[in-house]
RNA sequence: GUCCCUGUCGUCUAGCCCGGCCCAGGACACCGCCCUUUCACGGCGAUAACAUGAGUUCGAAUCUCAUCGGGGACGCCA
């Protein structure tokens, strides 16, 4: 069995591979930061592609924010999207071609096959497992289909999925599959426990698993340094490998950063894009060391000598193999505690202009003044007006964000329903302003009402420069960061007085 | 439910691979003291962990097994 290239003579070749499907996530930082530590280490190259897939969840701006957080964080990529390389495209969606080529191949030696099952057929089987306890599979349907049938439905142009057929085949009888994860040793799957997962989807757009794999392999990829979620999907990447024909990469899978109830790390417990911390002042050097602090991996770490250490000492020290695989926690308090030591080490010139170039940029400045000119009588008023576009910390007192005719708890529900409808709404005035509207009849807020809790929750005050326009500059991430601490903080309240 | 991964102070971790130097070291947070007109910084100190149980061994945080806990995956998302 082979477990990956051992030839050292073989150019490093590493990748991460964010969808654009949001903000920038902190996770792509991290698994970004060892990538590029272990390419830099070994004098290889670091790749940057956009899994861009999914079309239903893609975000036109995502891409270009995983740029700039990413240069912002000093991750420089050898090849990518936007400096190109020898093995381009970089997009995922601009490489449909080859996927289709490749399925065909697969289709062609029976290790893939059509399926017309509709997700709404699977979606009642999927149901009716999870309600007998059964482990939810595809139920085999399409797999044994007779020629005949299969160019009947493709002929009455009945639309399909293309499915990779797990073996056992007839002449093949693997029941297993086994493969080295590098920090873990060997991990084994029984096939039955693998199943026939959808290769290319009925629009044309591979999945996640072919499109992974084929690129891997055309970009020479030599080691895939993902996060620990993909375990289990590794034998079907395996699997896809040895259906090609292909040698397969090393595998190396980083341990999950978790929220402080040690659950997978999610924007509902933590602030997790990248723009919010760039726009709440951490500084991108923090951010990095505190990323290195996760796991271990830098041989003082943790011991009595260096808790604070650069990018670059991280290429020189830095050990991926000594990683630990208890997921950290991602712990603000201490993010803070070091962003405040390299601020403390800053010269007061650098600390002056570091201010200058984020939370009172000059862009920011002038948005937030176009706001207020007509609000202030004199200049000096400004501060009372927008004081909370520079604080970190804003919380309404129950007088203050209650409506008069409701009660404390319905009001609080009414924000939960509000962070969900802004989570996911497109960060504009009429965007936000539709959006919130209609949530507002739906629940029987009046507009007032809706508002004016919003108002309070995001500006401490039920008297403020207008919202929508306030929030927009405010930019979404740290809105949103006000409104789930607020949540959070209330709940905390609520908690107490029991 | 099934499968897989994982388990040292509240949190990040050192030690674990190659058993004794570990009645377990550092950092953050918390608490106390000092400095200080305030706050912060800084200095000093305190509390705090080898998940549990067996086994191997003269000796186990370190090796083995079991149990328990935590997490992840099970999607025409990635």
Redesign the pocket.
Same mark, same amino acid.
């Given at each position: 069995m082979t477990n990956g290239l051992q030839n050292s003579e073989v150019p490093i070749r590493v990748r991460i *591979?964010? #969808?654009p499907?949001g903000d920038p996530h902190v996770g792509t930082a991290y698994i970004g930061l060892i990538n590029f530590i272990y390419a830099r280490q070994r004098g290889g190259k670091f790749v940057l592609r956009i !899994?861009d897939?999914?079309r239903? $969840?893609f975000v036109a701006t995502s891409e270009q924010e995983i740029f700039n957080s990413l240069h912002w964080l000093g991750l420089a990529w050898d090849e990518g999207p936007d400096v190109g390389g020898p093995f381009g495209p970089y997009r995922q969606s601009e490489r449909t071609e080859i996927y289709r080529e490749h399925v065909e191949l697969l289709l062609a030696n029976g290790t893939a096959y059509r399926?017309?099952?509709? *997700?709404e057929e /699977?979606e009642i089987v999927?149901r009716q497992q999870?309600a007998a306890? /059964?482990?939810?599979?595809?139920p085999g349907t399409c797999r044994h289909l007779s020629a005949e049938t299969e160019q009947a439905n493709l002929a009455a142009g009945k639309?399909?999925?293309v499915r990779m057929a797990v073996p056992p085949h007839a002449r093949n009888a693997t029941t297993s599959t086994t493969f080295r994860?590098e920090?873990?040793?060997?991990?084994?799957?029984?096939h039955?426990?693998v199943?026939d997962?959808?290769l290319l989807?009925?629009?044309g757009?591979?999945?996640?698993?072919l *499109?992974?794999v084929v690129d891997d392999h055309l970009m020479q990829i030599t080691d895939v340094i993902r996060a !620990?979620?993909?375990? #289990?999907?590794t034998p079907k990447h395996v699997l896809l490998y040895r259906a090609f024909g292909w040698q397969q990469p090393r595998f190396w899978?980083m341990? /999950?950063l $978790?929220n402080?109830?040690?659950?997978?790390i #999610?924007k509902r417990k933590n602030p997790v894009s990248l723009i919010y911390y760039r726009q709440a002042g951490f500084l991108p050097e923090a951010v990095i060391n505190f990323l290195g602090?996760?796991?271990?991996?830098m041989?003082e #770490?943790?011991?009595?000598?260096a808790?604070k250490f650069s990018l670059g000492e991280m290429v020189e020290r830095f050990e991926v193999k000594?990683i630990?695989?208890?997921?950290?926690?991602?712990?603000l308090?201490?993010l803070?505690?070091?962003n405040? !030591?390299y601020i403390?080490a800053m010269s007061s010139e650098d600390f002056y202009a570091a201010l200058r170039s984020t939370v009172l940029g000059d862009t920011y400045l002038r948005e937030i003044a176009s706001l207020v000119q007509t609000r202030v009588e004199t200049l000096g008023e400004f501060g009372n007006l927008t004081h909370f576009f520079f604080a970190d910390d804003i919380l309404p007192s129950a007088e203050v964000f209650v409506p008069k005719k409701r009660t404390l708890e319905e009001t609080l529900a009414f924000a939960a329903e509000q962070l969900t409808v802004l989570e996911s709404t497109e960060w504009s005035k009429e965007t936000l302003e539709a959006a919130l509207k209609k949530l507002g009849e739906e629940k029987q807020w009046a507009v007032k009402e809706n508002f004016m809790l919003l108002r309070a929750i995001v500006t401490g005050s039920t008297m403020s420069p207008p919202l929508l326009e306030s929030m927009v500059v405010f930019g979404k991430a740290r809105s949103l960061d006000r409104v789930r601490r607020f949540l959070e903080a209330q709940k905390k309240l609520s908690g107490s007085k029991k």
């Amino acid at each position: 069995m082979t477990n990956g290239l051992q030839n050292s003579e073989v150019p490093i070749r590493v990748r991460i *591979a964010p #969808s654009p499907t949001g903000d920038p996530h902190v996770g792509t930082a991290y698994i970004g930061l060892i990538n590029f530590i272990y390419a830099r280490q070994r004098g290889g190259k670091f790749v940057l592609r956009i !899994e861009d897939t999914d079309r239903v $969840r893609f975000v036109a701006t995502s891409e270009q924010e995983i740029f700039n957080s990413l240069h912002w964080l000093g991750l420089a990529w050898d090849e990518g999207p936007d400096v190109g390389g020898p093995f381009g495209p970089y997009r995922q969606s601009e490489r449909t071609e080859i996927y289709r080529e490749h399925v065909e191949l697969l289709l062609a030696n029976g290790t893939a096959y059509r399926c017309f099952c509709t *997700a709404e057929e /699977l979606e009642i089987v999927r149901r009716q497992q999870i309600a007998a306890k /059964l482990p939810p599979r595809y139920p085999g349907t399409c797999r044994h289909l007779s020629a005949e049938t299969e160019q009947a439905n493709l002929a009455a142009g009945k639309p399909f999925v293309v499915r990779m057929a797990v073996p056992p085949h007839a002449r093949n009888a693997t029941t297993s599959t086994t493969f080295r994860d590098e920090l873990r040793g060997d991990i084994t799957f029984e096939h039955s426990n693998v199943d026939d997962q959808v290769l290319l989807k009925s629009d044309g757009f591979p999945t996640y698993h072919l *499109a992974n794999v084929v690129d891997d392999h055309l970009m020479q990829i030599t080691d895939v340094i993902r996060a !620990e979620e993909w375990i #289990s999907s590794t034998p079907k990447h395996v699997l896809l490998y040895r259906a090609f024909g292909w040698q397969q990469p090393r595998f190396w899978h980083m341990p /999950l950063l $978790r929220n402080l109830d040690k659950s997978k790390i #999610s924007k509902r417990k933590n602030p997790v894009s990248l723009i919010y911390y760039r726009q709440a002042g951490f500084l991108p050097e923090a951010v990095i060391n505190f990323l290195g602090l996760m796991g271990g991996g830098m041989p003082e #770490s943790g011991g009595p000598v260096a808790e604070k250490f650069s990018l670059g000492e991280m290429v020189e020290r830095f050990e991926v193999k000594n990683i630990r695989l208890g997921g950290p926690v991602f712990d603000l308090t201490k993010l803070k505690w070091l962003n405040g !030591e390299y601020i403390r080490a800053m010269s007061s010139e650098d600390f002056y202009a570091a201010l200058r170039s984020t939370v009172l940029g000059d862009t920011y400045l002038r948005e937030i003044a176009s706001l207020v000119q007509t609000r202030v009588e004199t200049l000096g008023e400004f501060g009372n007006l927008t004081h909370f576009f520079f604080a970190d910390d804003i919380l309404p007192s129950a007088e203050v964000f209650v409506p008069k005719k409701r009660t404390l708890e319905e009001t609080l529900a009414f924000a939960a329903e509000q962070l969900t409808v802004l989570e996911s709404t497109e960060w504009s005035k009429e965007t936000l302003e539709a959006a919130l509207k209609k949530l507002g009849e739906e629940k029987q807020w009046a507009v007032k009402e809706n508002f004016m809790l919003l108002r309070a929750i995001v500006t401490g005050s039920t008297m403020s420069p207008p919202l929508l326009e306030s929030m927009v500059v405010f930019g979404k991430a740290r809105s949103l960061d006000r409104v789930r601490r607020f949540l959070e903080a209330q709940k905390k309240l609520s908690g107490s007085k029991k």
